[in-house]
């Protein structure tokens, strides 16, 4: 059974920086697509960046040149470092398989603001 367990989320002033993990077990994250997403109240969760199993990267257009998302095969374990951040960044984070979802962890707050 597939188990992903977000965490790093906090309070941050606009143009700080954070760094997200999801831990990952019941999957080999280098043998899928992971992704992360966030959801704000009243909106659909909406992707925001994801690895290949190639390890290449994609982002949304409103995170992009200020988010970076790696991961360690060693630790099964993907992350989400955020640079200069901004207060429509505030969101809960989730991270999960992109092509076929698993149930969604509780994701992690990301606050930011002044």
């Known amino acids: 059974q597939v188990q992903l367990v977000e965490s790093g989320g906090g309070l941050v002033q606009p143009g700080g920086s954070l760094r997200l993990s999801c831990a990952a077990s019941g999957i080999i994250i280098s043998s899928n697509y992971m992704g992360w997403f966030r959801q704000v109240p009243g909106k659909q969760r909406a992707f925001v960046a994801g690895?290949?199993?190639?390890?290449?990267?994609n982002y949304a257009d409103s995170v992009k040149g200020r988010f970076t998302n790696s991961r360690d095969n060693a630790k099964n374990t993907v992350y989400l470092q955020m640079n200069s951040l901004k207060p429509e960044d505030t969101a809960v984070y989730y991270c999960?398989?992109?092509?076929?979802?698993?149930?969604w962890g509780q994701g992690t707050q990301v606050t930011v603001s002044s």
């Open positions: 999960n398989r992109v092509k076929v979802l698993a149930a």
């Open positions: 690895v290949m199993r190639d390890g290449t990267t």
